[in-house]
């Protein structure tokens, strides 16, 4: 099992910056991929971004490639999540995921992640 927990969410005003970060804890040595998802209200869960942990491979939605950067730290087993210029239509709930085994899978389908933090808050006032 690998347990994740979320901080950093809070509101901010459009046009400004926040930090996401995820802490993996327990069978780390079995992340292949750390990613992050989100859901707005009445939404399905969305891909957001994702960090292949060997070897730092990124992946990022279309509609915060520019904006968001995600990022890791192997050491502290922590996933990063930097948004900048966030819009109103960012606002969701953002989950961390985790991806586990020896081989990588589509990382933009949320089934195939295999374990989830239980999110943190993130709205982008106007």
């Known amino acids: 099992q690998v347990q994740l927990v979320e901080s950093g969410g809070g509101l901010v005003q459009a046009g400004g910056s926040l930090r996401l970060s995820c802490a993996a804890s327990?069978?780390?040595?079995?992340?292949?991929?750390m990613g992050w998802f989100r859901q707005a209200p009445g939404t399905e869960r969305a891909f957001v971004a994702a960090?292949?942990?060997?070897?730092?491979?990124?992946y990022y939605a279309d509609s915060v490639k520019g904006r968001f950067t995600i990022s890791k730290d192997n050491g502290k087993n922590t996933v990063y999540l930097q948004m900048d210029s966030l819009k109103p239509e960012d606002t969701a709930v953002y989950y961390c995921?985790?991806?586990?085994?020896?081989?990588?899978?589509?990382?933009?389908?949320?089934?195939?992640?295999?374990?989830w933090g239980k999110g943190t808050l993130v709205t982008v006032s106007s």
């Open positions: 995921a985790v991806q586990a085994g020896t081989y990588g899978r589509d990382i933009y389908d949320r089934r195939t992640m295999d374990y």
């Open positions: 960090i292949r942990w060997s070897g730092g491979s990124t």
């Open positions: 327990g069978r780390t040595f079995s992340i292949y991929t």
